[in-house]
């Protein structure tokens, strides 16, 4: 256990639902990514936070996705309009700004399956 | 484009043998190299990472080998457990600011036989 949480750990949704995940980092990190894993691939990132501060957006982060982490602590992750493209695991991350920062500890994901 | 290529995508070893991963990367402005370990349905863990002013780290029985000139990097695991079964991806993080975000290879799955 890394101590960063996720939850739900698994949703299931209909195509053309919403859903929204939620991250709680170490409590001292300040800096917190979300990426997104398909099977059998490595993650790709999709967003970057430094405290509240939403700081770079990948362009796989289409309009129908949107995150926040309104005061610099937990992190939210909606997705509008679900498509079955969407499946995949997503993952939370979180680093100190101790350092150079560069270490990451994940989160266990949450597996999001669009039907 | 893969920025972060890795090799083999599927690794067979007998127990007590040496796991080699082998990772490429073409960006210059990489300046960080973790591995993490992922077992199925669980978020990948930082096994070990170096930075590119050491050709080698080892922690337990665990060595990352990194050739700048190459831009090449490797992961050596000895004496290999069935518990080291899992997938174990190379990742790279260019030096931009305080984002540090990884860009990944595909993945080597790693089975140890008994």
């Known amino acids: 256990d890394t101590g960063v949480s996720q939850d739900p750990r698994h949703k299931i949704t209909k195509r053309g639902q919403n859903v929204t995940f939620r991250c709680d980092p170490i409590?001292?990190?300040?800096?917190l990514y979300w990426y997104r894993q398909t099977l059998g691939q490595g993650p790709e990132f999709l967003t970057y936070?430094?405290?509240?501060?939403?700081?770079?957006k990948s362009r796989l982060l289409s309009d129908r996705f949107s995150a926040e982490r309104p005061k610099g602590s937990f992190s939210t992750l909606e997705i509008q309009r679900t498509e079955q493209g969407d499946s995949a695991m997503y993952l939370c991350a979180s680093s100190s700004r101790r350092g150079g920062g560069e270490t990451q500890y994940f989160g266990p994901g949450t597996r999001l399956l669009v039907l | 484009q893969q920025q972060v290529k890795q090799s083999p995508q599927s690794l067979i070893v007998q127990k007590g043998g040496i796991s080699i991963i082998n990772c490429a990367y073409e960006?210059?402005?990489?300046?960080?190299f973790p591995w993490y370990q992922q077992f199925p349905g669980k978020g990948p863990a930082l096994l070990i990472a170096i930075r590119p002013d050491v050709s080698e780290k080892k922690e337990g029985r665990f060595t990352i080998s990194f050739n700048k000139s190459a831009k090449q990097f490797s992961l050596h695991i000895m004496d290999s457990q069935p518990g080291d079964s899992a997938t174990y991806f190379c990742?790279?993080?260019?030096?931009?600011?305080?984002?540090?975000?990884?860009?990944w290879g595909l993945g080597t799955s790693l089975a140890v036989n008994p």
């Open positions: 409590s001292e990190h300040n800096r």
């Open positions: 960006n210059t402005a990489f300046d960080y």
């Open positions: 936070f430094q405290n509240e501060a939403q700081l770079e």
């Open positions: 990742a790279a993080s260019p030096h931009a600011g305080n984002n540090r975000k990884l860009i």
